[in-house]
């Protein structure tokens, strides 16, 4: 059994910074990659980041901004959101992969729930 457990989001200025963690558990930790997939009000989700073993990915729109992180101890992923715009409001979604790798689409079989994220002034 694969669990998929967000506990961050919140209501961040313009500007600030945020970081989202995504438990997983039930897992053979180094051989899945962890995404995260923002979607905002009315559109389609979209990817922002993926973590895999030993490769990492950023979308352009937060690169330089976002990192993501990899503790095995705690078989957790953090997204470190700085700088974040306004743009960037959304509910971010912690997704996981059966396969390791961050080079192109794949299929990602476990989700968490979501964490809201509110960038305004």
């Known amino acids: 059994q694969v669990d998929v457990v967000e506990s961050g989001g919140g209501l961040v200025q313009p500007g600030g910074s945020l970081t989202l963690p995504c438990a997983a558990s039930?897992?053979?930790?180094?051989?899945?990659?962890i995404g995260w997939f923002r979607q905002a009000p009315g559109k389609e989700r979209e990817a922002s980041s993926c973590?895999?073993?030993?490769?990492?990915f950023y979308a352009d729109s937060v690169t330089g901004r976002f990192t993501s992180s990899r503790d095995s101890a705690k078989y957790t992923v953090y997204l470190r959101m700085n700088r974040l715009k306004s743009e960037g409001t959304g509910v971010y979604y912690c997704?996981?992969?059966?396969?390791?790798?961050?080079?192109?689409?794949?299929?990602?079989?476990?989700w968490g729930q979501g964490d809201q994220v509110t960038v305004t002034s």
């Open positions: 039930g897992l053979n930790w180094n051989v899945y990659a």
């Open positions: 997704a996981v992969s059966i396969f390791d790798t961050c080079s192109g689409s794949q299929p990602w079989s476990y």
């Open positions: 973590n895999g073993n030993g490769e990492t």
